[in-house]
Structures are given as structure tokens and as C-alpha cells.
């Protein structure tokens, strides 16, 4: 970088710009063409699925030429890059499609049913971040101790749970047995009535109107979810945390703080962690992208009306048109995440800026 | 730091109240239902089949015929008044019930019967074919089924039907009695309000379907233009999946019925005095269907020594406990022209003895595709342990049920275990696909079980068939379906395990609700709680 | 080397041998970094205590029929010896079908065990090979490899593996397919990475000025050293992939019943988890059990093979 020593300021700041534009640009680039492959990719899966797709919407009973009929509206007897192509137009257009199975255009279902996965990974990934970036700071600290090892041991315990299993766990001991938290679902059924959700986000609306109660309802039903959720992101973000720690403490201007009589604790909170922060964005980023996927299993468990579950029963139902657009929804914040996370790097990096 | 200790403390009030007690319960006037309702697709009486929607509509709609839940030969007219059959048995003329209103406040006319039947037959979804079968179609749905005054109208057939036979199907929900006005204020592009009515309701029984969530919510309201208004003011299904969270919850009072138990959960929840269990018979058999185009399936012998080879007694007291009893014909208990007895039970050694004469001394091997539902694939490995005594080794293919189904559909299995529920509560219904196949080959018109299985069925049996649906003679017919069962056992490729039996586990102080033998005969209209 | 017996030390001096400073062949030099890994690796007790488990996971599945008491697909008798609780015959009682838990358990290692391996032996070498060309050629090879693996990274793994799980019926070989499906971008990314750096070396540029081919300088040179950081990674997704499989087979689309497959006992025994816990809990702890064995092994082997990125 030496080089650009003989350009003025303002001329540097042109250059970062411009660098930054065609980064941008060009992770756009990458982000259409990957879309691309995601949109092949999920139709080529869902036309080889070895059901009957016409007899998942007609059902078993019905006469000849009520199947033919409706294998002819679904267009199966186009050849396959025909109904490739007119599936890819129609997604150009922002047309989803239509679910057979709830009869409503897959994007206002995907609308319905994301916010709830949202809330649930959000409340996630803020227990992660939570918990995990003190227990990284302080395995960092402390390292080689019994509180480092302890916090591998945790972090590794989360990498190796299957959270199902645990979330099954979870409802036996704290719903059956000790009767501390509700059990499945958003809310309890008593305010399912009177309480109705613009945004879908329950803990938001109701928080916004006012409603104390069904925001504490809707605290504890999350709660148990959500930590679950929470515990797989703390063991991501702290193991990370300790090694970007690690990596910031061994640097120079910590010594010179130490020389200079600074606290510990100032060094530790305020220095090491303030520089560690960029790339702890990225982690977080990722991790909550990974709270996606593990919302497939959890949601299940916890009949948490979401994404997860939307999918797995449009998968199951072969029916192709919502399973296909929820899982590019799911690549779509995948990829999104990725970008962010990516251009806030370069953004913020002092290596690459 | 300053906003870290504001989200700290929020963070922790709401913890410390997710801990509070909790004040669970129901409320009062709702029947909170937990249920897997992921099958329901549509909400639209015309294309309606799933177990969900039907019992939706059966509590929502009112239809031309029905029947007691209790004891479905005591027809009686819901919407008609009476009715009256010509003298050649082909046409049958209704008069309909005065003063009927809709939950719209609309009036109930033969205008609105005949609507909704035509535009069943046009619209020919899936349970059309209930219809189809009296020889009335599309073409000449306008001149077979014809108001001919305000409270009338005819049913024309092409032969004389069994007058039975045509009032059962006449109680299906595709005889449901939909708002034809409002129906057509909705209506796109012709389609007589059909997508509309995918998601909404507009019907005169006792519920109204007031919102549909897929995979989440069902919700019934009581109508209060119905002439008895439910003491109930609404009734909530919810979407729970897992068996284990419909049984935790219905424990803990979250729920007031839940629909899904199994055998086990039934079995350990029943000593629990809050908790009462409800079972009804339903009109549905499950069954083996053995492919005969498989050589060795194709052997008689073997066939019988199959049926030789299963422990129904100990399946019926382990893994269907509470969900189903035994039943070796084709046609459930309850039914007209059911039989009882039970001319099969597990005895090895006649099994080996048929295998020998088979020339099957060594045994053989046979796949059997298998959906994957819990309790189907715990009865399919019950069989494949006894089958292995006789020699017979059994491969599981297990599938999603739709998998499974394709692949029956297209006859490429050796054996499909699989569930056959009656379409209406007369025994055509079941003896219109296990015996009859007039056509074997691969592009026949008509594919009944006996088509799937391969089976030529005879041509006596076929005429047998037919003609059990015309004998207008009660005891004449009876005769004849218990002829038809005897012969499917003889020589058919089926193999009937038991008969499914539903059940509600319930709070203990729910009360009034009727188990059906279809899923639109259970009846919701008088529960309290 | 004609004669390996001339090299070889007395027995005594193993140790010394080993840790030479100056080693008199390249064998030596090896076989002596292979073993300073190894008391690396073995000072540290976790890692240790994973390669114990892994171990046992091993010995499980190889002496299963031996080890398990009863047939694992037999009934016990279906009326007599249903859902038992634990007892001296039954050490983790029996299942809905009356069949043995603790016997499904061990032979449930076979499958846990093949699933891993499987998808091992297939995924590493692709992503190695096309991690490695990608790297080594740059260029359009490399645009459209990466652009392959964008797709695939693009998305969560479990949600690929349900898709092709789906398309292509449920099952363990098809969840195994689908699996090793979505594996191998992540193993090329790295083996790319890697290459990236090796490819400019001053050693690689002398070897390519002796007259070596592109090809021999591949599988030569730069593999062996990817190979590493590559079996780091793939150890440490060993507990991923375990889990994976037991989640699709939760769903009930991964292995089927009666297949004693860990994920298949917990998705056909959460039905009965109210009244009979210890199915579910012992299959589920069986899984944690060995993925944890898996994630320990891996971060050692990262501590011994991998310095580079332990201490980042």
C-alpha cells in the first residue's frame, strides 16, 4: 500500500471509494450469478422428486381425467427447460408462485412466516452474543486456565449436541416434568384471540401497543427456543472471540498500554475487544445465518409457526412451488448475510482498507 | 456501558417473568383442538377430501343427506324434507326443508342445492367421482340434476341405483350445500367461487370457518343463523405435529382434546383421571396388497400362507391398542354387510405347509413399500418379524406416503401396506375397488385396488359387483356383499389387518362430542366444557 | 535405504532416533515429525479423551454382533417385552417393537461410523482436487469452480441435504449422498486457500524450473501439503456430518426403521419420550457422546497439524 503514499487525501478517499464501489459491484456480480445457480439448483431437485406431483394436489380418489387435466395446468407435460424457463421469468417478476397446499402466493406465506423465525434467531443470536463474547474475552484472558478450558468444553459440548434431541429434552424437563415454561408454540391460546400481530413479530407489536402481558406470554414461550438457538451461537462466537482476542493481545499497543499504566480492564474492554470487533461482525454475521438452519429442527420441535417449518412441510407435501421459495428465501438471507458481512469487512478492515 | 445495563435489566425482568407461574387453562367458550392439520389443501366442499377439511365442512356445512354418527344406516334428510323415487328408479325428486337460512343471512333454496351439485361435477376435483358414478357428468350435469321449484328439484341417474346406495353418497361433503350467492359475488373467470371459496367459507351449519392458517390454525365460529346455536363459541384447531407435545400439552391443560395419540401415549395417558378417551370405529380398513404380477405373489398358496403369517392378536393389543381392531374383510364393522368372524390368525406351521406346496420349501424374499408414518411402519416391522418365522423375508421400503402411493399406483411394488378409507358410508364404496377390475391391462380407464394388485378379477365377480349396487332389495343385497367378501378372501391379492378405530383423548370435563365413522360425521355441534 | 534394517536403530534409542535433530534420511526426518505430532498431541488430555472415544466408537462398530446382547432388528416378543424399563437383561430397556435398546445402540455405531467414513472418503478428494486445480490454474477454472461452491455455500446444510433427501427418497445411502452433496465445497475453499499461498513459493517456482509438469507439481507437491489443514477440517465436520444424518433421520428421511441408526431411534422414540425417557435419551446422548469424541479429536489435531490457524 506503500504506493498510494503519493496521492493526496482527497485523492486517496476517491480511491477507497472507487475500490469499495467495485468491490461492491462485483460481489453483486458474483451474489446474481450464485442466485442463478441456487434457482437451477432447487428446480432441478424438485422435478426429479419421485412423487407423483399431480396425485400430492388431486389426490388419490380422483377420477382419470381429473389427474390429466391438472397435469396439464401444472404445465408437466412441457418439457423440462420450458417449464425452467417460464418458472425463472416468473421468478424475474417476483412471482413466487402459488402454494397447493395453503392456496395462498407463496410470497405472502413467506411474509407470514418469516417474521417468526426472525424474532426466534434474533433473540438467538443476541444470547450468543450475550454470553459468548465475555466467556471469548475471558478464555482469552485467562488463557490455559480451567476458565479456558471450560469455555472449550462449552463450546464444544454446543458443536456436538443435535439440537432436536435437546430441544425434545428441553420440553420434557422444563414443560412436563417442573412446570416452569409453557409448552410449544408462540403464544399461549388465551391471547391468541385478543392479541393480533401486524408485523408478525409478537415480542415488537406487542412491546409497541403496550400489551405487558402478551409481551411476558410471548418472553417465555420464546424463551426456552431461543436459547437453544442461543447456546449453538455462544459456542461459535466465543471460541472466535478468544482467538481474535488472542490475536489482539500478542499485538504491540497493547504493551505500550501496559507500559503506560492503563487498567486491565481498559486495555481488555475498551483496546483489545474495540479492535477485535470488526471481525467479530463477520462471526456474528455467520452465525446468524447458521441460526436459520438450525430453526429447520427447532421449529419443529417447538411447533414454531416459521420458515423451518414452512419448509419441511412444502418438502414433504412435493409442494414444489413453496419448497422451492422458501429454500431460495433461505439462500437469498444466506447470501445477503455473506455480502454484509463481507463489504462491512472491507469496509471496516484497516488491512484491506 | 449505559445502554448495556438498560438491555441487561429489561433482559432480566423479562426473564424473571417468563419464570412467574403460569396461568394456562383455555378459555371458557373455546375448544382448543390439537391436531395435525397439515393436510388440509383446500376448504372448498367441492374439492375437499383430506381428514381435517372434511370434518371442518361436516361441522360447517350442512349437506342433502344424513346420517346419525352414531349409526350411519338411520338416513335422514338435512337439507331435504323428503324424497320420492320414480317408478324406473332412475330419478329421484327432493324436496327441500323451508325456512333454512345461510350464515350470510341468505335463504336456503333448491337453487343453492342444485348449484352446488352442478358446480361439484364441473369443477370434477377429486370427489367428483362420488357423483360421476350414476352416469352424471359435466356434459349433462344441466339436465340430470334440475330445480323444478323453489323448495324442489330432480336427481336423474342412468340406471336405477339402489336408492341406498344413492342417499349414502348424497351424505359425502361433495353434497355440502354451499351460499350460491355468495359464492358468486367471488367468482373469477367462471370458476363458480372455487378459488375463493380455497380459503373461505360459505355455508349454513352449525360452525362457521372463520380463518385458516396452514400448518398453524383452523378456527370455527358458532352461526348463529343455525336453528340450534352451539353452546360453544368457537372451536380452535392447532397445528401440533409431535404426538409427544399434543400429549404434554392436553396434560397440562394447554389443550382440550388431542387427536393424534398413539397406541402408547393412549395407553399410559388413560389411567390419568382428568383425562377421558373417546373411540369411534371408522369406516376405514388397512390392508396388504400383494402385486400379482410378482410370479411368487401370484401363487394362491402363498397368498394364504401370508395370511397365516401375522400375529393380528398381538398387533391389536400392542401397537394399534385403542386405534384399531382386527378385521379380515373388505368391508369395516358398522357397515352394512359386515361380517365378524375372523378366519385367520398366526400358525406357522400351516403357513410352511402352504409354502412346501407352493414349492417354496426355503422361503422367499418380498419387499413391501411402506409409508412412513409412525404407527404403519410399527405394524409393517410386527409383520416382518412373523413373516420371518415362516420363511418369508421381508424388506421394508419405507417412502413418504405420496411416495409410496406413486409407486402402488403404477403397480411396481410386490406389497404396499396401506389404508383404504370408505368414500361414503354403503359398502359399494369398498366393493367398487376390491372386487371389481373389468380391465387389467396397463392403460386401463378404470384402476380399482384390484387394478393396482394386478388382479384379473373374475368375470362372475365383476357382474356380482355391479349388480349389488342396482338391487334395490335389502336383504338381497346384504347377501350379496357377504358373497363378495367371501370371494376377495379366496382369491384376491388382499390381505385386511384391522379396521382403523379414531380416538380422542380429552380433558375430563369436555363433553358432547361424537365420534363418526367418516371424518365429516364427527360431530362438534353439542360439546361443552 | 536397500536395507531398512541398517537405518533402524537398537531398540533402546528409539526415542532418540525419533527426535534427532539431524536425521540421516528423509524417512527419518518423518517419521520423527509424525512423532513430536504425536507428544504434542498426546499432552493434551482433551484430545486424548476424544481419540478415546473415537476409538471405542471404532471397537463398537467392529465387534458389535460380540459386544450386543441381543438381535438389534429381533423382537424380544412383541406382547411379553415392550417398552421395558432398564434392568439387569436390558441394561437400557426395550423399544416400542420389543426390541433391545442398548443392542441398537452399539450396532447403531456401524451406521454412525459408515455414514462418516463414506462421505470422508468421497468428499476429501474432490474438494482437494478441485481446491487444488482451482488454485493452481486460477482463471476460468477457477471462476467456475468457485462460482460451484458459492451455490452450495449459499446454503445451510441441513436444508440442501432435506432438498436432495427429498428428490431423491428418504434413506441413509441417499442421505450419505446428500451429505457428501454439500461437504465438499467448504474442503475446496480451504485446499484453494492453501494452494494459493504454496503456488508462489520459491521452492514451487525451482521445482517448475527443473522441468516438473503442472500435474506432478499438484500431486506431488502441493496436495501433501494441503493435506493437513484439509483432514483438520474434515475431522472437525466428522461431528457435523453425525449430526446431520441423525437430524434427517429425525425428520424421517434419513436411514429408515428398523435400521438402528442413532438419529432414526430418537425421531421414532420421541413419540414415547413422555412415558418412556430412556429410549430417547440414551440415543441422543449417544449421539452428543461421539460427536463430542469427533470435535475434541479435531481441535487437537488443528493444535498439532494446523499451528497456524490455532493460533489465530
Known amino acids: 500500500m506503500s504506493d498510494s503514499s503519493s496521492y493526496t487525501t482527497a485523492g486517496m478517499r476517491w480511491l477507497a471509494f472507487r475500490r469499495l464501489v467495485t468491490a461492491i459491484v462485483k460481489t453483486a456480480a458474483v451474489a446474481v450469478i450464485t442466485l442463478f445457480g441456487l434457482t437451477v439448483f432447487t428446480f432441478s431437485i424438485a422435478r426429479y422428486v419421485p412423487t407423483d406431483p399431480v396425485l400430492a394436489v388431486v389426490g388419490d380418489k380422483a377420477s382419470q381425467a381429473t389427474y390429466d387435466r391438472v397435469y396439464k395446468e401444472m404445465g408437466l407435460d412441457k418439457p423440462m427447460y420450458v417449464q425452467f424457463a417460464t418458472y425463472a421469468s416468473r421468478l424475474a417478476t417476483g412471482d413466487f408462485g402459488k402454494s397447493r397446499f395453503t392456496q395462498n402466493q407463496v410470497f405472502d406465506d413467506l411474509k407470514r412466516v418469516f417474521p417468526a423465525t426472525f424474532e426466534l434467531a434474533t433473540i438467538g443470536t443476541l444470547i450468543g452474543v450475550l454470553l459468548g463474547i465475555p466467556l471469548g474475552v475471558l478464555a482469552a484472558v485467562r488463557r490455559g486456565t480451567w476458565v479456558d478450558q471450560l469455555s472449550r468444553v462449552i463450546g464444544l459440548i454446543g458443536y456436538s449436541v443435535p439440537i432436536f434431541w435437546l430441544g425434545l429434552m428441553g420440553l420434557l424437563i422444563f414443560y412436563a416434568y417442573l412446570d416452569w415454561l409453557p409448552g410449544p408454540g408462540r403464544l399461549d391460546i388465551a391471547y391468541q384471540y385478543t392479541f393480533e400481530s401486524e408485523t408478525g413479530l409478537v415480542l415488537f407489536d406487542a412491546a409497541r401497543t403496550g400489551q405487558w402481558d402478551v409481551f411476558f406470554d410471548a418472553c417465555r414461550h420464546i424463551l426456552l427456543p431461543a436459547a437453544l438457538l442461543g447456546y449453538f451461537s455462544m459456542a461459535y462466537i466465543s471460541r472466535m472471540t478468544r482467538s481474535f482476542m488472542l490475536n489482539e493481545l500478542s499485538q504491540e499497543y497493547i504493551t505500550t498500554a501496559r507500559v503506560k499504566g492503563l487498567s486491565e480492564a481498559r486495555i481488555i474492554w475498551r483496546h483489545a475487544l474495540r479492535n477485535a470487533f470488526v471481525p467479530l461482525i463477520t462471526v456474528v454475521a455467520l452465525s446468524y445465518g447458521s441460526l436459520l438452519e438450525g430453526s429447520v429442527l427447532t421449529e419443529m420441535v417447538f411447533a414454531w409457526p416459521g420458515l423451518g417449518q414452512y419448509l419441511t412441510s412444502s418438502l414433504m407435501n412435493t409442494d414444489m412451488d413453496a419448497a422451492l421459495g422458501a429454500t431460495l428465501l433461505v439462500g437469498i438471507v444466506f447470501l445477503f448475510i455473506n455480502l454484509l458481512s463481507d463489504v462491512l469487512y472491507r469496509v471496516y478492515d484497516p488491512r484491506t482498507r | ?529 | 535405504m536397500s536395507t531398512p534394517s541398517a537405518s533402524l536403530p537398537s531398540p533402546v534409542s528409539w526415542r532418540e532416533w525419533l527426535l534427532t535433530s539431524e536425521p540421516q534420511s528423509r524417512r527419518q526426518a518423518r517419521l520423527g515429525r509424525y512423532y513430536r505430532g504425536w507428544l504434542a498431541f498426546s499432552r493434551n488430555p482433551s484430545a486424548m479423551f476424544g481419540l478415546a472415544i473415537v476409538l471405542m466408537l471404532v471397537l463398537c462398530a467392529v465387534f458389535a454382533p460380540w459386544i450386543a446382547p441381543y438381535d438389534p432388528e429381533r423382537t424380544l416378543g412383541l406382547q411379553t417385552a415392550r417398552l421395558l424399563p432398564p434392568s439387569a437383561q436390558n441394561w437400557l430397556g426395550t423399544d416400542i417393537q420389543g426390541f433391545d435398546v442398548f443392542s441398537r445402540l452399539i450396532n447403531g455405531s456401524r451406521f454412525t461410523l459408515m455414514a462418516i467414513f463414506i462421505v470422508a472418503i468421497i468428499t476429501t478428494p474432490i474438494g482437494l482436487l478441485i481446491g487444488t486445480f482451482s488454485g493452481y490454474y486460477g482463471g476460468i477454472v477457477d471462476a467456475v469452480f468457485m462460482r460451484i461452491t458459492d451455490v452450495f455455500l449459499a446454503f445451510p446444510r441441513l436444508v440442501l441435504a432435506m432438498a436432495l433427501v427429498g428428490a431423491r427418497g428418504p434413506g441413509l445411502e441417499n442421505a450419505i449422498f446428500a451429505i457428501s452433496v454439500t461437504a465438499w465445497p467448504a474442503y475446496a475453499r480451504i485446499a484453494r486457500a492453501e494452494t494459493l499461498t504454496i503456488r508462489n513459493n520459491d521452492y514451487i517456482a525451482a521445482i517448475r524450473l527443473q522441468g516438473a509438469s503442472s500435474l506432478r507439481i499438484i500431486f506431488g507437491h502441493i496436495i501433501p501439503l494441503c493435506l493437513s489443514s484439509v483432514i483438520v477440517r474434515v475431522t472437525l465436520d466428522m461431528a457435523g456430518i453425525i449430526i446431520v444424518v441423525a437430524g434427517l433421520g429425525f425428520l424421517g428421511i434419513g436411514a429408515q426403521p428398523p435400521t438402528p441408526e442413532w438419529g432414526t431411534m430418537v425421531s421414532a422414540a420421541k413419540d414415547q419420550m413422555r412415558d418412556y425417557p430412556w429410549i430417547i435419551t440414551s440415543a441422543g446422548l449417544a449421539i452428543c457422546v461421539v460427536s463430542l469424541g469427533f470435535n475434541l479429536l479435531g481441535d487437537g489435531l488443528r493444535d498439532v497439524l494446523d499451528p497456524k490457524s490455532a493460533r489465530n
Not at chain 2, 402385486?291 to 411368487?296: L, W
Not at chain 2, 410386490?414 to 387389467?440: E, H, L, M
Request: glycine share 6%; charged share 25%.
Open chain 2, 1 to 529: 456501558m449505559k445502554k448495556f445495563q438498560l438491555f441487561a435489566s429489561v433482559a432480566g425482568l423479562a426473564l424473571a417473568a417468563s419464570l412467574a407461574p403460569v396461568l394456562a387453562d383455555t378459555p371458557a367458550d373455546t375448544l382448543v383442538i390439537g391436531q395435525q392439520i397439515d393436510d388440509i389443501i383446500t376448504l372448498d366442499p367441492a374439492q375437499v377430501f383430506e381428514f381435517s377439511a372434511s370434518e371442518a365442512i361436516g361441522n360447517s356445512y350442512e349437506r342433502i343427506i344424513n346420517y346419525p354418527p352414531k349409526d350411519p344406516t338411520q338416513l335422514y334428510g338435512e337439507v331435504a324434507e323428503s324424497w320420492t323415487v320414480s317408478d324406473d328408479g332412475k330419478t329421484i325428486t327432493f324436496k327441500i326443508r323451508d325456512g333454512k337460512k345461510f350464515a350470510s343471512g341468505n335463504p336456503l333454496t333448491a337453487e343453492d342445492v342444485v348449484f352446488s351439485l352442478q358446480r361439484a361435477i364441473i369443477l370434477n376435483q377429486e370427489p367428483a367421482f362420488i357423483i360421476n358414478q350414476f352416469g352424471i357428468s359435466a356434459d349433462n350435469v344441466k339436465d340430470t340434476i334440475k330445480q323444478t321449484g323453489p323448495l324442489e328439484f330432480t336427481f336423474t341417474m342412468d340406471q336405477s341405483y339402489a336408492p341406498t346406495f344413492v342417499l349414502n353418497c348424497l351424505t359425502s361433503t361433495v353434497a355440502a350445500v354451499v351460499d350460491k350467492k355468495v359464492a358468486l359475488e367471488h367468482e373469477k373467470d367462471g370458476d363458480f367461487g372455487h378459488e375463493w371459496l380455497k380459503t373461505n367459507y360459505a355455508g349454513s351449519g352449525a360452525y362457521k370457518i372463520t380463518q385458516w392458517k396452514a400448518n398453524e390454525v383452523l378456527i370455527l365460529e358458532r352461526n348463529d343463523n343455525y336453528a340450534e346455536p352451539t353452546p360453544l363459541k368457537r372451536v380452535m384447531y392447532r397445528h401440533i405435529k409431535e404426538i409427544s407435545a399434543q400429549r404434554m400439552m392436553l396434560e397440562k391443560g394447554d389443550l382440550d382434546i388431542a387427536r393424534n395419540l398413539d397406541a402408547t401415549a393412549l395407553d399410559a395417558i388413560s389411567s390419568n383421571k382428568d383425562i377421558t378417551i373417546e373411540t369411534g370405529p371408522k369406516s376405514a380398513v388397512y390392508y396388504l396388497g400383494l402385486n400379482q404380477k410378482n410370479a411368487t405373489l401370484a401363487k394362491p398358496e402363498v397368498r394364504e400362507a401370508m395370511k397365516y403369517l401375522i400375529d393380528y392378536d398381538a398387533i391389536e393389543a400392542t401397537l394399534i391398542k385403542h386405534r384399531g381392531k382386527k378385521l379380515q374383510y373388505f368391508l369395516p364393522q358398522g357397515m352394512m354387510g359386515a361380517l365378524d368372524d375372523a378366519p385367520y390368525s398366526l400358525d406357522v406351521d400351516k403357513a410352511k405347509g402352504l409354502l412346501e406346496k407352493a414349492g417354496l420349501k426355503d422361503g422367499f424374499e418380498v419387499s413391501m413399500d411402506t409409508s412412513n408414518a409412525p404407527t404403519t411402519m410399527n405394524v409393517a416391522q410386527a409383520i416382518q418379524q412373523t413373516f420371518d418365522k415362516g420363511g418369508v423375508k421381508l424388506v421394508i421400503i419405507p417412502g413418504d406416503s405420496k411416495q409410496t402411493l406413486t409407486k402402488y399406483r403404477a403397480r411396481q411394488h410386490d406389497i404396499y401396506i396401506g389404508r383404504w378409507g370408505a368414500d361414503y358410508q354403503d359398502p359399494q364404496t369398498n366393493a367398487s375397488t376390491f372386487a371389481i377390475n373389468v380391465d387389467n391391462s396397463d392403460d386401463a380407464t378404470d384402476k380399482p385396488l384390484a387394478w393396482r394388485n394386478a388382479w384379473a378379477v373374475p368375470d362372475e365377480m365383476n357382474k356380482l359387483t355391479k349388480a349389488s349396487s342396482l338391487e334395490r332389495d335389502g336383504a338381497k343385497r346384504l347377501e350379496m356383499y357377504h358373497q363378495l367378501q367371501k370371494g376377495v378372501n379366496a382369491e384376491g391379492p388382499f390381505i385386511f389387518l384391522y379396521q382403523d378405530i379414531e380416538a380422542w383423548a380429552s380433558r375430563a370435563g369436555v363433553k358432547g362430542f361424537i365420534v363418526g365413522p367418516s371424518t365429516e360425521s364427527n360431530n362438534l355441534k353439542k360439546v361443552t366444557k
